[in-house]
């Protein structure tokens, strides 16, 4: 069964400042999508950036960026500029090929600073 | 484009109790998948429907249970309600394997 794991449960950032969130995964299967979903306070989950396993080109979104590191299994996201709204719970989710089923990591609690 | 719904928002039923929650999917998406989120077990997938067929199903007990219509709107329905199933249920839905939208949720509370 496939895995994820964010390691950092609460990270802090200053404000204009650049933070990474980390994610680890394990899996067997050589194509699969990794995903990066934002939780605010609001608990609507919105996504913020995702990976298709096959390219090897990282994902950029705006100030959003991934290191995808496919035979560490890693997938980390930098957020750049970081801002107030950024405030939020993120998670790491990985997704097979085939079918819908979401595997989320624990989250991870980002907290900015002014 | 509306986005993904669900009814109700809030809801307290007490042990015993059964529950059912709908969600609505982005118009022309077939697929609607359905987690529940706790404190304790974080974000667990329940099922997922496609085309009015259950596509794949997590680990939970047989009082979870699901359906989707052939307007692709989906209900889950809880039965003999435990304390422990107070979560927020969220509903996702999307158009084939790519990325899923998600609904703002159902929160649930069985005193």
């Known amino acids: 069964a496939q895995t994820v794991t964010q390691s950092q449960p609460e990270m802090s950032v200053q404000e204009a400042e650049t933070v990474t969130l980390s994610c680890t995964y394990d899996t067997s299967e050589s194509d699969y999508y990794l995903f990066w979903y934002k939780q605010p306070p609001s608990r609507q989950m919105i996504l913020v950036i995702r990976?298709?396993?096959?390219?090897?080109q990282n994902a950029t979104e705006n100030r959003f960026s991934v290191n995808f590191q496919k035979a560490a299994k890693s997938f980390s996201l930098k957020i750049s500029d970081s801002q107030l709204g950024d405030a939020a719970m993120y998670f790491c989710a990985y997704k097979r090929e085939y079918g819908n089923k979401l595997v989320f990591g624990a989250g991870t609690i980002l907290r900015v600073k002014s | 484009k509306a986005g993904v719904t669900q009814t109700p928002r809030y809801l307290i039923k007490t042990r015993g109790q059964q529950v059912t929650l709908s969600c609505s999917p982005i118009?022309?998406?077939?697929?609607v998948s359905w987690y529940q989120q706790t404190p304790g077990q974080g974000l667990q997938f329940l099922f997922e429907y496609f085309s009015e067929t259950q596509r794949n199903k997590g680990n939970f007990p047989g009082r979870f249970s699901g359906r989707q219509f052939s307007n692709s709107r989906s209900e889950m329905n809880v039965s003999t309600l435990e304390l422990g199933d107070s979560a927020l249920y969220l509903c996702?839905?999307?158009?084939?394997?790519?990325?899923?939208?998600f609904g703002p949720g159902t929160r649930l509370t069985v005193l």
């Open positions: 990976q298709e396993a096959y390219k090897q």
């Open positions: 996702a839905s999307s158009l084939t394997g790519g990325e899923q939208f």
């Open positions: 118009s022309g998406h077939r697929s």
